[in-house]
């Protein structure tokens, strides 16, 4: 198989663009055109001003400058990229069905199904298509038909190489990845494309670290990989309610189990909930697929990781208006963070949204300040889950002024200033260097803080006066029971 020289893209998102920019940067010799049919994305990805790229990661401004103009190229012109290319990766969105059969389950697969026509109607010669695209298990062998059906006298072949890169660290994940997985058919054409891959890949990864399997195998890791990690979350976060009735200290419970080297150490960590647009939506498509093929007992085990990230964010909040005297109604509740992690500026699934949408079912006014997340997401995020509410908490209405109840900051103190409550939804860095002895100088008293996400120091925040919160410290309210 002759070595590859020309890729594209066709998606420039948060999976599309971070990787082609480190596949470009490592493989000089090979041009990466990576196309979108949203042209202000496409502006973004080539404004000269790097602070403007559509997609914040530490790093990423660094391999795009290196790289861009040399070998990579964001480009709306899709139907030539797709000539150009000898191989074509398909990395659009497949969001949760918000419609019809599967609503709220199923992927939605439509925009990957409009890929595999594009491609199949303007091809000039044999292409590999590859998955980048988080699907269900055997849309391969859709993707696969489609082109076949379409294709005329060309070949595709078609390989699944899942991302497993996680947002905020993605450059760094993508330059030191645990594994690259590639799928692909077991025939000889298979296993040349599958070559072909790997060779991009082994210039910067060890061989070792290049797994190869069939399509349906690598399709359902990727599935299986973030069912696993999910549940790990959902599993301590189901322990940190025990800790905080019984006095543990959830941290020191996921220190002590971490040790053992069965379980490890990451992914413990207590929060507010998981968010992001993988582990959900992956669940849910998981459990969709078991449904499918007559497996219920196995599908209600893993719908149970999302109904218990439902019911942590709902505790939290429900936390902050049982402490609040049962009432947030007409309460200042200053929100750090909106994202659902830290260094990034994706908020798809974030806690944020959940724990607002039931803080302002009790007319909670809500101020928010993120560093990285602009006004008009937040909104659009509130808009989505009302539409959407995906979880028993979130169905009851909003008052109809909502949107006059969230007011956004450009920095932090503003937001906090004669607040009643502060809540912490994610764990940005910057959040523990504040002045926090000024900060409680200027809000209300009784000062609550409620820390969704275990990063401030709850000792020194009750020295300061405080009424402090952790995930899964519930010392004090523990004590109380035993006393009563
Ligand atoms: C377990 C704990 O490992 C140990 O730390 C604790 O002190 C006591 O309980 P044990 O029951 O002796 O130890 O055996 P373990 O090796 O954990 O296996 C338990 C069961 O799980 C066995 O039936 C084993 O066959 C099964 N198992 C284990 C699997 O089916 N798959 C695995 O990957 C691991
Ligand atoms: C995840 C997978 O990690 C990645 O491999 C896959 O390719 C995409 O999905 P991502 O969603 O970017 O990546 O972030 P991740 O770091 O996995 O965090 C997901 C959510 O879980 C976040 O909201 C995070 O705050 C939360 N989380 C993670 C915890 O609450 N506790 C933990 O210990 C780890
Ligand atoms: P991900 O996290 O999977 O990267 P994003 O939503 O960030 O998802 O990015 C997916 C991108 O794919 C979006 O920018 C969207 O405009 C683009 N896209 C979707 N369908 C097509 C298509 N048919 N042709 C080109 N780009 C597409």
């Given at each position: 198989?002759k070595?590859?020289t020309?890729?594209?893209?066709?998606?420039?998102?948060?999976?599309?663009?971070?990787t082609m920019?480190v596949?470009a940067?490592?493989?000089?010799e090979?041009?990466?055109t990576?196309?979108d049919?949203?042209e202000?994305?496409?502006e973004?990805?080539?404004?000269?001003?790097l602070?403007?790229?559509?997609v914040?990661?530490?790093g990423?401004a660094?391999?795009?400058?290196?790289?861009r103009?040399?070998?990579?190229f964001?480009s709306t012109?899709?139907?030539?990229a797709i000539?150009?290319?000898?191989?074509?990766?398909?990395?659009?969105n497949?969001?949760?069905?918000?419609?019809g059969?599967?609503?709220?389950?199923?992927?939605?697969?439509?925009f990957?199904e409009?890929?595999a026509?594009?491609?199949?109607r303007v091809?000039n010669?044999d292409k590999?298509?590859v998955?980048k695209s988080t699907?269900?298990?055997?849309?391969a062998?859709s993707?696969?038909?489609?082109?076949?059906?379409e294709?005329g006298?060309h070949?595709?072949?078609?390989?699944?190489?899942?991302?497993?890169?996680?947002?905020?660290?993605a450059?760094d994940?993508?330059h030191?990845?645990?594994r690259?997985?590639i799928?692909?058919?077991?025939?000889?054409?298979?296993?040349e494309?599958?070559q072909?891959?790997?060779d991009?890949y082994?210039?910067w990864?060890?061989?070792?670290r290049?797994?190869?399997?069939?399509l349906?195998?690598s399709e359902?890791?990727?599935l299986?990989a973030?069912?696993?990690?999910?549940q790990?979350?959902?599993s301590?976060?189901?322990?940190?309610?025990?800790?905080?009735?019984t006095?543990?200290?959830v941290d020191?419970?996921?220190?002590?189990?971490g040790?053992?080297?069965?379980i490890?150490?990451?992914?413990?960590?207590?929060?507010?909930?998981f968010?992001?647009?993988?582990?959900q939506k992956d669940?849910l498509?998981?459990?969709?697929?078991?449904r499918h093929?007559?497996?219920?007992?196995v599908a209600?085990y893993?719908?149970?990781?999302?109904?218990?990230n439902d019911?942590?964010?709902h505790?939290?909040?429900?936390?902050?208006?049982d402490?609040?005297?049962?009432?947030v109604?007409?309460?200042?509740?200053?929100f750090?963070?909106?994202?659902?992690?830290?260094d990034t500026?994706?908020?798809?699934?974030s806690?944020a949204?959940y724990?607002?949408?039931?803080?302002l079912q009790?007319r909670a006014?809500?101020?928010?300040y993120?560093?990285?997340?602009?006004?008009?997401?937040?909104f659009r995020?509130?808009?989505?889950l009302?539409?959407?509410?995906?979880?028993?908490?979130?169905e009851?209405?909003l008052?109809?002024n909502?949107?006059?109840l969230?007011v956004v900051?450009?920095?932090?103190?503003?937001?906090m200033?004669?607040a009643?409550?502060?809540?912490?939804?994610?764990?940005?860095?910057?959040?523990?260097?504040?002045?926090?002895?000024?900060i409680?100088?200027k809000?209300?008293?009784?000062?609550?803080?409620?820390?969704?996400?275990?990063?401030?120091?709850?000792?020194?925040?009750?020295?300061y006066?405080?009424?402090f919160?952790?995930?899964g410290?519930?010392?004090?309210?523990?004590?109380?029971?035993?006393?009563?």
């Open positions: 198989m070595k590859i020309s890729i594209c893209c066709i998606g420039a998102g948060y999976v599309g663009g971070p920019s596949i940067q490592k493989c000089p090979i041009k990466v990576v196309v049919i949203n202000a994305r496409i973004a990805w080539n404004d000269k001003d602070d403007k790229l559509p914040y990661e530490p990423l660094e391999v795009v400058d290196e790289a103009g040399r070998n990579l964001f012109d899709v139907d030539k000539q150009e290319a000898e191989m074509i990766f398909i990395s659009v497949t969001p949760t069905k918000t419609y059969v599967g609503k709220g389950r199923a992927a939605d697969l439509k990957v409009l890929c026509r594009q491609i199949a091809a010669g590999i298509v998955e699907l269900p298990v055997r849309t062998e993707v696969k038909r489609i082109l076949k059906a294709a006298e070949e595709f072949q078609i390989l699944s190489n899942p991302e497993f890169l996680a947002e905020g660290t450059i994940d993508l030191n990845a645990d690259m997985l799928g692909g058919d077991q025939d000889e054409k298979g296993q494309a599958i072909a891959l790997v991009v082994a210039h990864l060890p061989k070792d290049l797994i190869t399997t069939n349906w195998s359902l890791s990727k299986t973030n069912a696993f990690l999910a790990r979350v959902s301590i976060n189901a322990i940190s309610a025990l800790c905080e009735r006095g543990a200290d020191e419970v996921a220190n002590a189990i040790s053992d080297s069965r490890g150490p990451k992914f413990l960590k207590s929060s507010v909930g968010g992001g647009s993988c582990f669940i498509n998981l459990v969709y697929l078991c093929f007559g497996l219920p007992e209600d893993w719908e149970q990781v999302v109904a218990m019911y942590q964010k505790r939290f909040a429900k936390q902050i208006i402490t609040l005297f049962n009432t109604s007409g309460k200042k509740i200053a750090l963070g909106w994202a659902f992690k830290k500026n994706d908020t798809r699934e806690a949204i724990v607002a949408h039931e803080l009790d006014e809500i101020h928010v993120d560093p990285k997340v602009p006004k008009a997401q937040m995020d509130m808009e989505y009302i539409e959407n509410p995906g979880s028993v908490y979130t009851n209405p008052p109809e909502w949107r006059d969230i900051h450009e920095e932090p103190y503003t937001a200033d004669s009643h409550a502060i809540a912490v939804l994610t764990e940005w860095d910057e959040f523990k260097t504040y002045d926090w002895a000024s409680y100088a809000m209300l008293k009784p000062a609550f803080v409620f820390d969704g996400r275990n990063i401030l120091d709850g000792e020194a925040m009750a020295e006066g405080f009424e919160r952790g995930i410290k519930g010392l004090e309210k523990a004590r109380a029971n035993v006393e009563a």
